[in-house]
């Protein structure tokens, strides 16, 4: 009988919290249960990007619960809102040494340890984790850290850049396998001297028997009274990435068309500021709701006409590929983007969606009257995005592929 192997999982991020880096984790290490792995997966309590832990988790330093078959431990971390550096940082490195400490001490033998970053001290536990345990680390990495953070601004200090750069590479050095999400991170990371072989692309997927092309519910567009409305919707992080008061100028722009509303479900640090701006401005053509459960989001994907997956204009964002681009495909739905790289290619090329100079409202607000009464257009983008992600994007494929992977590393 073929032993199994044995994956640590180390991820800042995990349901119940919403996050695309907790979707991941989640879906990938299901999968890997199902394909006949044992998994465990580190991870801190649920307050993203809330900062308040559930009730049922409250007052608790440590707890193991299992979910589908992944034995989870939850560990200590500094719950604070997303929003405020410092405190942030501080998050990051609460759980950076309450995972190591857990891990090395309440979790048995392992064959192989995955760090999944952002944050990029999720890396550090991973690397530390790896020279203990005498296993092989991989690390995932989801967004570019540090240069996320120099680009948006957030570390200026050229001391600390200076020493971000220097661990980076350090993890980069350590880690057995680096297991990007697009194409062009093999580029990004080769350039910092690390040989190409070592890194390896796992695009994020989707959940293809969770989001599937629905019937327009009548009775919440009417709940919501936009009954007779063209809705563009945004789904996710209300953050500093996002430039989201950007989509609610265009907003303005378009507030005298009757037809047009602008939907927003999610929560986040820019979250306060964007209710204040529609309410100054008195945009009634926008509604923002708090967040929903991902397996309610689908009512809310039925009655969209058409996607926004906003990014501000930053070159780093031009090799992502976001995870939500695929919701929306498997939802059958079209994408409205703003991203000038990897995520506009496949936009184009596949004939999925229009892209959008980022953060020029007035080109969004131009854009979105060519396409408000071209149903022909969105029907066929929508079908090309659904059958795009069969093809190319099912999560359990990209599962299975990660896995084969994980085993190759164990032997070598």
């Not at 090395?104 to 690397?127: C, F, H, L, W």
């Not at 397996?295 to 992502?320: C, G, N, Q, T, W």
């Amino acid at each position: 009988m073929k032993k199994k192997i044995r994956i640590l999982l180390i991820t800042q991020y995990f349901p119940p919290e919403v996050a695309a880096g907790a979707n991941r984790a989640y879906e990938h290490a299901k999968r890997w249960v199902n394909f006949g792995a044992d998994v465990t997966v580190v991870t801190c309590f649920p307050n993203y990007p809330t900062g308040t832990i559930p009730d049922r988790y409250k007052a608790l330093k440590y707890f193991e619960e299992t979910i589908d078959g992944i034995k989870v431990i939850r560990t200590f971390t500094y719950a604070t809102p997303n929003k405020g550096f410092f405190k942030r940082v501080l998050a990051y490195f609460s759980f950076m040494f309450s995972s190591v400490i857990q891990s090395r001490n309440k979790i048995g033998k392992q064959d192989v340890i995955i760090a999944s970053s952002p944050p990029y001290t999720v890396g550090i536990s991973g690397m530390i984790l790896g020279k203990l345990k005498k296993i092989p680390f991989v690390f995932e990495v989801r967004d570019l850290w540090p240069e996320s953070i120099i680009q948006l601004g957030q570390v200026k200090n050229r001391l600390v850049i200076k020493v971000l750069e220097y661990i980076e590479l350090l993890m980069y050095k350590n880690a057995k396998m680096i297991v990007g999400i697009s194409d062009p991170f093999v580029e990004f990371i080769s350039a910092k001297g690390i040989i190409e072989e070592k890194i390896k692309i796992i695009k994020n997927g989707v959940n293809l028997e969770l989001f599937q092309p629905q019937a327009v519910d009548v009775e919440l567009k009417t709940l919501l009274n936009l009954k007779n409305k063209f809705i563009i919707s945004y789904f996710g992080t209300f953050g500093l990435a996002q430039g989201l008061e950007s989509i609610l100028k265009t907003a303005e722009i378009l507030k005298d068309n009757n037809k047009i509303h602008f939907l927003f479900i999610g929560d986040g640090a820019d979250r306060e500021k964007l209710v204040n701006f529609k309410e100054t401005q008195n945009l009634s053509n926008v509604t923002i709701l708090k967040p929903i459960p991902k397996k309610d989001l689908v009512r809310y994907y039925s009655i969209s006409d058409i996607m926004l997956v906003p990014l501000r204009k930053l070159s780093l964002f031009e090799s992502a590929l976001p995870s939500k681009m695929f919701e929306i495909m498997a939802m059958g739905k079209p994408i409205l983007h703003t991203v000038d790289g990897e995520a506009r290619k496949l936009l184009e090329t596949e004939g999925i969606g229009k892209y959008v100079e980022a953060e020029n409202s007035e080109a969004l607000a131009n854009t979105i009257l060519t396409i408000v009464d071209n149903p022909e257009w969105l029907a066929e983008a929508g079908e090309k995005g659904r059958m795009l992600v069969k093809e190319r994007f099912n999560r359990n494929d990209l599962a299975s592929e990660y896995l084969q992977m994980l085993k190759r590393i164990k032997t070598i």
